[in-house]
């Protein structure tokens, strides 16, 4: 009987080395490096960082941001803000990063992992470069962990690879580093929206306030009715939630044609905007202002002085942004924009068959 039983558990140890030894997720002698930080020191240091870089498989650069005075730019968007919030979020969250588990060091197994090497055209991994100065690090975005939280990772210069306890936002597409929201101006601020037509004419749209659901047609023929008040109160929200597709200097693109509109708000706030279909896109861009300030005073009334200039923070505050800048953006929303007046009439009912 106690020989059967030291028999079984030899082979129960047997058993158990053979896991450590054939499982590619095996630790690998360095329990020093857990509950560690992934990368010690890096918190004192995360505001020095003024370049990061993503690259993956076949050594692809899909994004290089660069910190400037003002923000943080991408280079292949011809120096576009960058979505500060994300990266931002992406740096918190790699120097607050912890070792929970050390795994595999043979390179044999980190495509299980997802961190092999991303000069490989298969790597499933995602490289992060984090410049300081002349001194760069190179962290390897491995996959999310099945059954359990955390994300493999591993240093590039290093064999081990290691499990954190966290995830990390790493996306692999350009457009999302950028800051997309180009503009928001609810519908419900919007008092008149004005577009001109180089050869279509002009399309004028009012309401006295905001209790106003309806906007009025300026203009309207008396022989002609509009399709309907959505037709008409939809030119509201032109600039509501309006995200870029791509970006560019405006001075690459001939504006001569382009369709005006000028939109104001309650506030003062007046945005003008020019579109422009070109090769294939899209384009728009934009200036704010506050004509009112200039045409009627505002007295000392502290209450209009304050109002006064929350405006003129916000006309500073969109023109910093997209002075500049031609931006691409989905084609129902340009669409939207550039409506005639024909556009949101009834057709003109001549009596023949078939007419309405």
Do not use: C
């Not at 003024?50 to 290089?64: C, P, Q, S, Y």
């Not at 931002?88 to 390179?107: M, R």
């Not at 304050?306 to 405006?311: E, F, G, L, Q, S």
């Amino acid at each position: 009987m106690k020989r059967g039983l030291g028999y079984l558990l030899a082979m129960t140890i047997l058993a158990l080395l053979a896991v450590l030894v054939f499982v590619p997720g095996e630790h690998v002698g360095e329990d020093s490096a857990v509950d560690t930080l992934l990368l010690p020191g890096m918190a004192d240091r995360i505001n020095d960082v003024d370049r990061v870089e993503i690259v993956t498989a076949g050594n692809k650069v899909v994004v290089t941001l660069s910190r400037s005075a003002a923000d943080w730019q991408l280079e292949q968007m011809n120096g576009y803000h960058a979505d500060w919030p994300k990266l931002q979020k992406l740096l918190a969250g790699l120097a607050q990063a912890i070792v929970i588990e050390v795994k595999t060091d043979k390179p044999k197994y980190y495509a299980q992992l997802g961190v092999e090497a991303v000069s490989l055209e298969d790597a499933g991994s995602m490289l992060v470069k984090l410049r300081i100065g002349e001194e760069t690090t190179g962290i390897l975005i491995g996959h999310q962990a099945q059954g359990r939280s955390g994300q493999y990772v591993r240093l590039q210069d290093s064999a081990a690879s290691a499990l954190l306890d966290r995830s990390l936002d790493v996306s692999g597409e350009l457009l999302d580093w950028a800051d997309k929201r180009i503009i928001d101006i609810n519908a419900s601020q919007v008092a008149e929206v004005e577009i001109v037509h180089p050869e279509a004419g002009r399309v004028f749209v009012t309401r006295i306030s905001a209790d106003q659901s309806d906007f009025e047609l300026v203009g309207l023929p008396q022989d002609r009715e509009i399709q309907s008040s959505w037709s008409v109160n939809s030119f509201a929200s032109s600039l509501s939630l309006l995200d870029l597709e791509s970006v560019r200097p405006e001075n690459n693109v001939d504006w001569q044609a382009a369709v005006r509109m000028r939109l104001l708000t309650f506030s003062g706030l007046e945005i003008m905007a020019e579109m422009v279909e070109a090769e294939g896109q899209y384009l728009l861009r934009l200036y704010a202002s506050h004509p009112a300030a200039q045409v009627v005073g505002f007295g000392n009334d502290d209450v209009v002085q304050r109002a006064a200039a929350d405006v003129a923070g916000r006309v500073a505050e969109i023109n910093q942004r997209v002075s500049g800048w031609a931006y691409g953006i989905a084609k129902y929303k340009f669409e939207g924009m550039v409506k005639t007046q024909e556009d949101i009439l009834k057709p003109i009912d001549t009596g023949l068959p078939g007419a309405s």
